[in-house]
């Protein structure tokens, strides 16, 4: 974890490499500030909430996750590959949607000198409820 620290400039704290490795273990995933923070604790890492909002936000700058803002709620994605989102609105859960999966034609017009990042697409739904027949 160190030196993968390093290598996006980082400086590699006993907090950051703890965070990171708790990140790394459970595969790609979305995670709250608040669930890293508990997964955290119940390893037994004490740290505050905003060390770990401070960490994460770091680590979505140097490109080790992925910041996916849906409405108030903030996920970080540990998925490094190109993928869009699906979002449950009922359940509030995040998912990855295969890049492969959406078509997307053609782009807005940038701005003079500006080129095209990535585009980030958070497809919503909500499940439809069910009715009993009628009589």
């Not at 006993?14 to 990171?20: E, G, H, I, S, V």
């Not at 997964?39 to 060390?51: H, I, M, V």
């Not at 999966?101 to 003079?112: N, V």
Request: aromatic share 6%.
């Amino acid at each position: 974890m160190d030196q993968e620290l390093k290598a996006v400039g980082i400086r590699p704290t006993r907090q950051r490499t703890a965070l990171l490795d708790l990140l790394r273990r459970g595969g790609n995933r979305h995670m709250a500030a608040e669930q890293l923070y508990r997964e955290a604790f119940e390893a037994g890492l004490r740290l505050s909430l905003a060390t770990v909002y401070n960490a994460l936000n770091l680590f979505a700058q140097a490109g080790l996750v992925r910041r996916v803002d849906v409405g108030e709620r903030t996920w970080f994605c540990t998925n490094p590959h190109d993928h869009h989102h699906l979002y449950d609105e009922g359940a509030s859960e995040l998912t990855d949607l295969a890049a492969q999966e959406l078509c997307l034609i053609g782009t807005p017009t940038l701005p003079d000198g500006a080129q095209l990042v990535r585009a980030d697409i958070i497809v919503r739904f909500r499940r439809s409820k069910t009715r009993p027949d009628s009589f």
